[in-house]
């Protein structure tokens, strides 16, 4: 399968404002209605879920409606305390054993975010969490095998299946129970069986691998670049700008998956992209486009005036989880860098190993030294 990925920023950004452009395959993928995708592409799910993620024109203004209904800023602003009591937690367990290697991804930029969202969809049951982590886990697997890509998309919608029926017989103050419930007032529309589940699927695959990999980048950008963090320290800069700044240098979605031109398209670079066309959106490449960023784009530099980029995405689209992975990342930064000032980072000069995947951009482990 051949795509157009678009990696200057100012481009990308008018893609994703252009009614030309859609996130419908059904519609506008003449290769995913020819029978061309085989189920068993690792970028299925991706594509196959039928939610606000790959609606198009109305239909997307009808669920991103019924979505927001349920998720509102209250709610998000609601969590503050229990975010706050979740990174306190976390950090008295790292602090138990203060002279040893720990992973800081696994031990705090992930239980910190899956936790969150999984108390906010009422995902109660540590068995079916789990089983959505490594769900989660697989979908962002983008060499997966094609044996795994079948068990992962089958066991999503098992896990889902039995949080709905749980919600449906035992309704709770959770976002679950109100996608379940919420109606428009106008139409009396409600989300179908399939967009409450692939919904589901969105909010909490999405919805907790962006925070984990923007936790990720934040902290290993801070120690290896002891300067940066001096300047926050110093007062010559915020942890917004550090947020900010991450955002744009180390995007926690690399490459989203996909768009489809609507109709002939010319670019103002003399590129068509012709009807029928695959678009990716490199939100990555488009952070350090040194046309917006100058030659130094790819400098992580906290005190940078300018730090435009797209990591939520832009316009229609634009990621609903957005201020929750700000708050969580707002919380979480200075919380663990007050707690331990003599944090360093364990793998010296070695590299560490990217995530298996060209859309989620993280480490695989991030080994620190408490002090």
Known sequence: ??????????TLKELLTDPRVSKDPRQHWPAWNNGEISPEWPLITWVAVENMFTAYGGEHRRLRTLVSKAFTARRTAALRPRIEEICTTLLDDLAAAPDEVVDLREAYAYPLPIQVISELFGL??????ERMRRVVDSIFHTSATPEEVTATFNEMYAVLGELVATKRERPGDDLTSGLIAVRDEESGSKLSEKELTDTLALFLSAGHETTVNLLDNAIHALLTRPEQLEHVRAG???????????????????????RYAV?????????????????????AAAGRDPEVHGEDADRFDVTRQLKNHLAFGHGVHLCVGAPLGRLEAAIALPALFDRFPGLTLASGQEPL?????????????????LS
């Open 263 to 283: 109709e002939d398209i010319e670019l103002d670079s003399g590129v068509v992209l012709h009807k029928g066309d695959a678009i990716l959106a490199a939100y």
């Open 236 to 258: 010559r800069a915020t942890w917004e700008d550090v947020i900010e700044e991450t955002l744009r240098h180390s995007a926690p979605v690399a490459n989203l998956p996909l």
């Open 353 to 369: 190993e990217p995530v298996e995947s060209f859309i989620s951009n993280g480490h695989r482990t991030l080994p620190a030294r």
């Open 1 to 10: 399968m051949v795509a157009w990925a678009i990696t200057r920023q100012r």
């Open 124 to 129: 109660d049951d540590e068995n079916l969490r």
